[in-house]
């Protein structure tokens, strides 16, 4: 263009736009009514403009082709030099941690089992069992029931491909089948891998150190090669060569399913607690039946202690059921008219009767508006009788839970059960309200301890509730269903079970997240019940009627696949290459509704995941390597691209685990006013990712205590900490996906924050994927990107989700409520409460410019200045056409940067992408100044 000349200003205007419209129209369907709208001579240039593009056509394909040979062939041998470099530099490090497949592949230091041919594993074997460790505690394990039933479990294995093992609480099948079969393996001198999933973090672990104990070991020694045992769960993996027992979460078995081994090493998987009904065991129950067709010599056993034992056996071929009693004391089982007889109770004004006002409850409009007096109440008093007939039972009734517990504490004939005191309630808020009444009641104020157990609470609060307490005094633990199966307290004695539990439940329609109370099962209410006799005779009140244990309630809880997201799933569908997504769930357990999966297929197309074909995108193909969800996945891939990875690796660790923000009993007003003095950039994201840069900044202070600050600023370091490894664990899967690409610093920088373990080391984030991150527009633009459609934008005084027209609110705790200037405002997800409300979480701001450039699919409509989004759903009027023609060549351009860079992952940027990438960067820079 230096070599054009033209008489004056305006006509050099007129050519510049002239070529400016043919540069952005001519691929354009359009194109030939742009070209009709120009006057006669500019008609002629754009003649000879096509004419000119026309004849370079024939040369610029061959020397494309050529190009994307030479791209293509440089791209395989980076990849696979890169690929073994990070393997070797990573597994070089390794100490014991890292993904079950890293382990794995280190040479064992000495030839152990891994090792032996069958005459040497039957001599390593004896060798082992005839210890003096191994025997002692033999005599123990063969004081548990499952040990009766050792020579039929094993028969039934050897005899079937599946068998189901259904065990009472207490009967020991976690600890014991798992070794039964590693033990017999070996002493007939057959090689082995036997892999038990656990649905928990801390039964995976737990068990793994005991049936290592079990087996003779050293506590030190689990995870090394002087052990048989180990456990694999997110971010640590004990398993070595010599490993020949593996306690896993599920989520690690799928992973090892998506690789190219898959579970080819595994010659028995056994399924724990299947009952809880997860949705990754569902899924991994579709994938096995498919499997053991493929494999006959694999053997997969189920195992749980309530379970409809009847229905998995048909599902899987008529499976032969092996029944194994439990080892539990008895307990008394009390229903809500048995306390409020014992008590005197009359609710008093805070318990609604239920002709007032109720909180929504999932089971109000299933069971009516009262189950009325059933007739074996008769034997009760009149007045117990009268209360019942009033009585709200979706309600908690917190002053009966304490005139429970002081009629179990003080009175003759049931204080024999006040040793330990465990009290499930439905959530937080709930735990909170009765932790601050028993903490101002005068009858528990000297030799008794009350603990709350709840996830959302610091970890490292809760550790003395799993304690005996010293002779004298008693304790009270509040917790929800996570006490069921999760975890054991093993001193209660009385059990005090509201009856009711909170669980999410996902609305495929209208896409949003519902936290629902609802009552529990019957099999639920067993689970709680056996609680209270580990340990003597136990005592339990249920506080429900009878009638509605025995009549109303279901017998099991609504499994996950039936009230969760699916979109996951059908990520996994395509990354296990299971076929067609509708026909694969269809084989499940309890298949989702085909309108659901249909809703998930589709909201993964939206974000460009998957194909309208059902096949995943360059983008899917990325997202599936990543442990993250599609908009969590999305958001570190953008920005990578976009300089603010730091930021997106912590947020993404964040929301994929648990909040940096704790609080404590008793302080909610100073632990949010706390929160608030973290506020950056009106965004929830960048308010927690401020919090989580000052605790970094204090453990790398010198002469600085963390755990002060951690207490001033009501953060859990334990949170801050899993935090942190998990972002290391991200960072990693990045580049072992060759989207980010590491020099041997930096690399081995990484290797020190995932495998160091006597000094805190923190991630090392190269700058230049970071060089944006105290950008607080760019970073809010990069979560508006990634997150789209989850949009809101101004409604009045209100919100509205742009997805659907419904209007939100947003959540208290947000740094946005109220207060917030700005007109769109992106989330990660919408939650509906029990109150109805229907509230945006994680909130941030984002500019008409932002979403203009790179949101949905846009259409530039010139000749009237308006500029929509995804057919209407976001439109623009642009009053100065330059202007628009200007923003689609910057979003053509920037959507070309962000294509190559997951299409050709690794590639660094052409010369004219990062002078594109300059100017945006400039445009956001104006942007923010504007703002201020």
Request: glycine residues 4%; proline residues 4%.
């Amino acid at each position: 263009m230096a070599t054009v000349a033209t008489p004056d200003t305006v006509q050099s205007e007129a050519y510049i736009s002239t070529v400016a419209l043919f540069l952005v129209f001519s691929t354009s369907p359009k194109e030939e009514k742009a070209y009709l709208r120009l006057p006669p001579n500019w008609r002629d240039l754009w003649a000879e403009f096509a004419e000119l593009r026309k004849a370079k056509t024939d040369a610029v394909d061959r020397e494309t082709v050529r190009e994307f040979r030479e791209m293509f062939r440089e791209q395989i041998t980076t990849e696979e030099e890169d690929g073994v470099v990070l393997k070797n530099g990573f597994r070089k490090r390794n100490k014991g941690t890292g993904t079950p497949e890293e382990v794995e592949v280190v040479k064992p230091k000495s030839n152990g089992f891994s090792m032996a041919n069958p005459e040497q594993l039957r001599d390593l074997w004896q060798r082992k069992c005839s210890t003096a460790s191994y025997q002692r505690m033999l005599i123990s394990r063969m004081n548990l029931p499952m040990f009766r039933f050792r020579d039929a479990a094993l028969s039934a294995i050897s005899c079937n491909q599946v068998i189901i093992i259904c065990g009472e609480t207490g009967c020991g099948k976690s600890t014991q089948l798992p070794a039964f079969i590693l033990e017999h393996e070996l002493s007939q001198g057959r090689q082995c891998k036997v892999y038990c999933t656990e649905p928990r973090r801390i039964s995976a672990i737990s068990l793994a150190q005991r049936v290592s104990e079990e087996l003779g070991e050293q506590k030190k020694d689990i995870g090394t090669d002087r052990s048989l045992v180990g456990y694999a769960i997110r971010l640590e993996s004990y398993v070595t060569a010599q490993t020949r027992l593996v306690y896993a979460t599920v989520g690690i078995v799928l992973r090892m399913l998506e690789s190219a081994k898959g579970l080819d090493d595994i010659t028995h998987l056994v399924l724990d607690e299947i009952h809880e009904r997860s949705i990754d065991t569902d899924f991994l129950l579709i994938v096995l039946r498919s499997l053991m067709v493929q494999r006959p010599e694999l053997k997969v056993v189920l195992m749980s202690a309530t379970v409809d034992a009847q229905k998995f056996s048909r599902y899987l071929n008529n499976a032969p059921i092996v029944v194994v009693p439990g080892r539990t004391f008895p307990v008394q089982a009390k229903y809500l008219e048995d306390a409020i007889e014992l008590t005197d109770h009359t609710p008093d004004g805070d318990h609604q009767s239920f002709t007032n006002e109720v909180e929504d409850h999932e089971d109000i409009v299933a069971d009516g508006a009262s189950s009325g007096i059933p007739n074996q109440l008769t034997s009760y008093s009149p007045k117990t009788r009268n209360t019942l007939s009033k009585y709200n039972e979706y309600q908690i009734d917190y002053s009966l839970i304490v005139k429970i517990i002081e009629k179990v504490a003080y009175a003759p004939l049931y204080s024999k059960y006040s040793r330990a005191v465990l009290i499930f309630l439905p959530g937080i808020a709930e735990i909170r309200q009765l932790n601050d009444m028993l903490h101002g009641h005068p009858s528990f104020s000297q030799g008794w301890l009350v603990y709350p157990l709840h996830s959302t609470i610091a970890s490292e609060d809760q550790q003395q509730a799993f304690l005996v307490p010293p002779p004298g005094v008693r304790k009270i633990v509040i917790a929800t269903n996570i006490a069921e199966t999760g975890i054991t307290i093993p001193d209660v004695t009385c059990v005090i079970d509201a009856g009711k539990h909170k669980e999410m439940r996902f609305d495929e329609r209208r896409q949003l997240s519902r936290l629902v109370q609802s009552f529990i099962s019957r099999a639920n209410a067993k689970q709680r019940r056996g609680r209270a006799g580990r340990v003597q005779e136990g005592l339990c009140f249920h506080l429900f009627t009878k009638y509605r244990h025995d009549e109303l309630m279901a017998e099991q809880q609504t499994p996950e696949m039936l009230r969760l997201s699916l979109q996951d799933l059908v990520m996994r569908v395509k990354t296990c290459k299971l076929g067609d997504i509708e026909q694969t769930l269809s084989d499940a357990l309890d298949p989702p509704s085909s309108r659901n999966i249909r809703r998930a297929i589709d909201a993964l197309v939206e974000v460009n995941a998957l194909t309208p074909t059902e096949e995943l995108t360059h983008l899917g193909q990325q997202l599936a390597k990543l442990p993250l969800d599609a908009h969590l996945g999305k958001l570190v891939l953008l920005a990578s691209v976009f300089g603010c990875l730091d930021f997106a690796l912590t947020t993404a660790a964040i929301l994929s685990s648990k909040s940096p923000f704790v609080t404590p009993m008793g302080a909610k007003k100073q632990a949010d006013t706390v929160r608030l003095g973290f506020k950056r950039g009106d965004s929830d994201l960048l308010t927690a990712y401020n919090a989580y840069c000052a605790w970094r900044r204090v453990c790398t202070t010198p002469g600085t205590s963390e755990a002060q600050f951690c207490r001033r600023s009501f953060l859990s370091p334990q949170n801050l900490s899993n935090i942190e490894d998990l972002k290391a664990q991200l960072l990693a899967s990045l580049v072992d996906a060759g989207f980010v690409t590491l020099n041997n610093e930096e690399r081995a920088a990484l290797n020190q924050a995932r495998y160091a373990s006597r000094y805190r080391t923190f991630v090392p984030v190269p700058s230049h994927l970071a060089a944006n991150n105290d950008n607080d527009l760019i970073a809010n633009s990069v979560v508006a990107w990634s997150f789209y459609p989850k949009l809101l934008v101004r409604d009045g005084k209100g919100w509205c989700n742009v997805a659907n027209n419904q209007s939100v609110s947003l959540h208290p705790t947000s740094v946005n409520k109220g207060v917030s200037s700005s007109r769109y405002l992106s989330f990660y997800h919408i939650m509906q409460s029990s109150t109805k409300f229907t509230n945006a979480h994680e909130t941030s701001p984002c500019t008409d410019v932002a979403l203009a450039l790179l949101a949905g699919e846009a259409d530039f409509r010139l000749y009237a200045g308006v500029l929509v989004i995804d057919g209407n759903r976001l439109r623009f009027a642009v009053s100065n056409w330059k202007t628009l023609v200007a923003l689609k060549m910057m979003r053509t351009r920037l959507k070309e940067t962000v294509s190559r860079a997951v299409r050709f992952a690794g590639k660094p940027l052409s010369g004219q992408q990062v002078k594109w990438m300059d100017l945006w960067r400039r445009v956001m820079e104006q942007e923010g100044r504007k703002a201020k």
